[in-house]
C-alpha cells in the first residue's frame, strides 16, 4: 500500500457528510480490499482513554466498496457531538490480519446553526 496520508477533516454538524479514501499500492494501482474490514476513531487528543466517536464496517457507518473507503456521519450522530476538535486515524485490518493505517490527522466540527 501506498504511504500514511494525512487529512484534515471540517465535519458540518447536522449534515449528511462523507469522504472517500481510495487506496493504492506503491505501483499507484488499485488494491483488492475484498473480504478486509476498516474502522476509526475519534479522540480529543490522541492520548485520551475516552473515544469521542467511532466507525467501522462492523457498525456500518465505515465501508469498503472495491478499493475504496467510505467513511460517512448521519446528522444526528454529529448533531449529538458535544466536542468540536478531535484526532482521529483509519485503520484497514487485511485477510491475514495485517493493520494498516491509512490516514490520520484532525477534526474540526463545524457548529450547526440551524437546529430544533
Given amino acids: 500500500m501506498s504511504g500514511l496520508r494525512t487529512d484534515?477533516?471540517?465535519?458540518?454538524q447536522g449534515v449528511t457528510y462523507g469522504v472517500q479514501w481510495p487506496i493504492r499500492d506503491s505501483d499507484g494501482e488499485?488494491?483488492?480490499l475484498t473480504g478486509w474490514s476498516a474502522r476509526a476513531q475519534v479522540r480529543t487528543s490522541a492520548g485520551s482513554p475516552v473515544v469521542a466517536h467511532e466507525w467501522s464496517t462492523a457498525k456500518g457507518n465505515l465501508e469498503?466498496?472495491?478499493?475504496?473507503?467510505i467513511l460517512t456521519v448521519e446528522p444526528a450522530e454529529s448533531s449529538d457531538w458535544g466536542?468540536?476538535?478531535g484526532e482521529y486515524d483509519v485503520e484497514l485490518t487485511s485477510l491475514d490480519g495485517t493493520v494498516h493505517r491509512v490516514t490520520q490527522g484532525v477534526i474540526h466540527v463545524s457548529p450547526e446553526i440551524t437546529r430544533d
Fill in 30 to 32: 488499485a488494491v483488492d
Fill in 64 to 69: 469498503i466498496v472495491g478499493s475504496t473507503v
Fill in 83 to 85: 466536542w468540536s476538535r
Fill in 8 to 12: 484534515a477533516l471540517t465535519i458540518p
